[in-house]
């Protein structure tokens, strides 16, 4: 009996359940590029920024966040556990250096050096898509619409989660939330990385709905943030309140462990059936290969891998077959994908569309300076943008899924839509009609979250799963591209030009060391026409894609991974006899 208790407790700390609620924490609190504009208004006010040196800033934030290549091409060499511990420890030296910067511990650092710190430390974020959401992916490859889609919700709710944390941690005091940006992260990182591993998974039948039971709790966690963002807004909270929030917040984010222990004592019991009728699916992780384990029956040497083993055949040069690509849903080679028409169509309408909606997301601190709103309305301008860019992400995965395999609706398609729609977030932030920047803010975080998760699951359509921790990270190096053009070159240009305006208008003269505030509706107006005009050229762009790519979303995309999944049915039930 203690053997097998022994062997069920092993068995549930290796399972695939556990980790994907792993991955579901690890994501949690990756999403801290986001909370930048809970203290941007401290790093221009103590470190006397105008507004074009603060979106210089903001923008290598973002380089960090998505210029995830180097984290994509170590998780092609090393395992999940490694890419997610090097992405902690740049996480805690960016920001902790930055917070020494702003609490004045140290001497004041020349600009280059605050961007350095601040992309190292949002670097961290590729760190944790790669070692956690991908792996996921790969795990999962028939649910990977909605896997992506969950795992990119909780990114997105991530900022307000955070919110949530730093008030039960350190009340109202901006500079301290960089400090916990900057050790949390880190912290959950190693924490769980052990519980992130690749593994060799049969399909199983009841998968979809336990990501669908996966998914009613973070609405319900969504729900919970929402109302608490509604009440804050309303009620001054003390601290101890906070610390019953925040409290409440971590129940709902360890709840889903529940379900996957439920999950996993099932697949324990059917791996014991197994043995006796050979009936049952088996998971296997890679630890199989060379040792039996105490709780994984030993496998079948010639079960199915999804990831695919090399190749025996001999080697050609990679630049010899770049543009003869296989077939869309194949495997592609690197340079092949990064090659292709597909995935320039891609990188264009990522530049235009996340661009765009990034550029406002950072500026929504000075955006409601600008306007007159409160220092509490921006805080709850942050965290709406943060739940609704939950929303874009999970709906935008799960919606896109049901539509693809209902009706063959072509997952482009959708990403042409979310594109329209946010043109219409940007033209409100021009034009601010009464209550503008609240509306503002819910389109921008719904569709940003919403471009993510359908233009990452469709690169993981068009070019296959073996170079996707590569393909990813190369699909997020085009946002901080459209958002050097969008924010610093336009925003924070427009900005100051209309702040130094204003100055003169009052026939004053800025100091040195002095912030360059605007005030006014002006500010903004300009810079956001524009990007509407850039985004609606993304959107045009994305219908070649649509066409281009009809007829393979026609087919049954996904009808390879069910067919190695039924192979390895009949081999495992094979080998239990």
């Known amino acids: 009996m203690e053997a097998t208790n022994k062997g069920l407790f092993l068995h549930v700390l290796k399972g695939p359940w556990i980790m994907v609620f792993a991955s579901f924490i690890i994501m949690s609190t990756a999403g801290t590029p986001y909370a930048f504009g809970l203290y941007s208004n401290v790093l221009k006010s103590v470190l006397g920024y105008d507004q074009s040196t603060l979106n210089l800033i903001s923008f290598f934030k973002d380089v960090?966040?998505?210029?995830?290549?180097?984290?994509?091409?170590?998780?092609?060499?090393?395992?999940?556990?490694?890419?997610?511990?090097?992405?902690?420890?740049?996480?805690?030296?960016?920001?902790?250096?930055?917070?020494?910067?702003?609490?004045?511990?140290?001497?004041?650092?020349?600009?280059?050096?605050?961007?350095?710190?601040?992309?190292?430390?949002?670097?961290?974020?590729?760190?944790?898509?790669?070692?956690?959401?991908?792996?996921?992916?790969?795990?999962?490859?028939?649910?990977?619409?909605?896997?992506?889609?969950?795992?990119?919700?909780?990114?997105?709710?991530?900022?307000?989660?955070?919110?949530?944390?730093?008030?039960?941690?350190?009340?109202?005091?901006?500079?301290?939330?960089?400090?916990?940006?900057?050790?949390?992260?880190a912290l959950i990182n190693i924490a769980f990385a052990p519980f992130i591993r690749l593994m060799k998974v049969a399909r199983q039948?009841?998968?979809?709905?336990?990501?669908?039971?996966?998914?009613?709790?973070?609405?319900?966690?969504?729900?919970?943030?929402?109302?608490?963002?509604?009440?804050?807004?309303?009620?001054?909270?003390?601290?101890?309140?906070?610390?019953?929030?925040?409290?409440?917040?971590?129940f709902l984010l360890f709840l889903p462990l529940g379900i996957a222990i439920v999950e996993e004592i099932k697949l324990w019991r059917s791996k014991k059936l197994a043995l006796s009728d050979g009936s049952q699916l088996q998971v296997i992780t890679d630890n199989t290969k060379t040792e039996a384990s105490p709780s994984l029956p030993q496998a079948s040497p010639v079960s199915v891998n999804l990831l695919r083993e090399p190749s025996t055949e001999k080697q050609v040069s990679c630049w010899s077959n770049v543009f003869t690509p296989p077939q869309r849903g194949e495997d592609y080679s690197i340079l092949q994908a990064l090659f292709s028409i597909d995935m320039l169509i891609l990188f264009y309408t990522v530049i235009a569309g996340v661009g765009g909606t990034l550029t406002a997301i950072d500026n929504l601190g000075q955006m409601g300076l600008s306007l007159g709103y409160s220092?509490?309305?921006?805080?709850?301008?942050?965290?709406?943008?943060?739940?609704?860019?939950?929303?874009?992400?999970?709906?935008?995965?799960?919606?896109?899924?049901?539509?693809?395999?209902?009706?063959?609706?072509?997952?482009?398609?959708?990403?042409?839509?979310?594109?329209?729609?946010?043109?219409?977030?940007?033209l409100l932030v021009a034009y601010h009609p009464p209550g503008g920047l609240y509306v503002a803010s819910v389109i921008i975080g719904f569709c940003f979250g919403a471009q993510w998760s359908v233009v990452f699951t469709s690169i993981s359509e068009i070019f296959g799963l073996k170079y996707y921790s590569t393909l990813y990270n190369f699909g997020s190096v085009a946002s901080p591209i459209g958002l050097y053009v969008l924010n610093v070159t336009v925003t924070g240009h427009l900005y100051d030009k209309e702040a130094r305006k204003q100055l003169a208008a009052l026939g004053l003269t800025r100091k040195a060391g002095q912030a360059l505030n605007c005030t006014g509706v002006q500010c903004f107006r300009l810079s956001f026409i524009i990007i509407a005009a850039v985004t609606l050229s993304g959107a045009l762009v994305s219908v070649i894609l649509v066409l281009r790519t009809r007829k393979f979303y026609k087919n049954d995309i996904y009808k390879k991974f069910r067919e190695e999944a039924k192979l390895a049915e009949k081999e495992m039930a094979f080998a239990g006899h």
């Open 375 to 426: 220092q509490r309305s921006i805080s709850t301008f942050v965290s709406l943008v943060s739940i609704w860019n939950y929303l874009g992400r999970v709906m935008g995965g799960l919606v896109s899924e049901i539509l693809l395999k209902k009706y063959k609706f072509p997952r482009p398609l959708m990403l042409t839509i979310i594109l329209l729609v946010a043109c219409v977030g940007h």
């Open 64 to 185: 960090g966040t998505n210029v995830g290549v180097l984290s994509g091409l170590l998780a092609e060499v090393t395992p999940p556990w490694f890419v997610l511990s090097v992405g902690a420890v740049m996480n805690v030296f960016g920001y902790l250096m930055i917070w020494l910067a702003v609490t004045q511990k140290m001497a004041k650092p020349h600009v280059w050096m605050m961007c350095l710190y601040i992309c190292l430390g949002a670097n961290s974020t590729a760190f944790a898509n790669t070692g956690a959401m991908v792996t996921c992916i790969k795990n999962f490859p028939e649910s990977r619409g909605i896997v992506l889609g969950l795992l990119k919700g909780y990114v997105g709710l991530s900022g307000a989660i955070l919110t949530q944390l730093y008030h039960a941690f350190y009340y109202n005091d901006p500079k301290s939330l960089i400090l916990l940006v900057g050790w949390l992260p």
């Open 205 to 250: 039948s009841n998968e979809l709905q336990v990501f669908y039971n996966f998914l009613y709790i973070t609405f319900g966690l969504a729900g919970f943030l929402m109302i608490m963002i509604i009440i804050e807004q309303k009620v001054s909270f003390t601290q101890s309140e906070y610390g019953g929030s925040a409290a409440a917040v971590l």
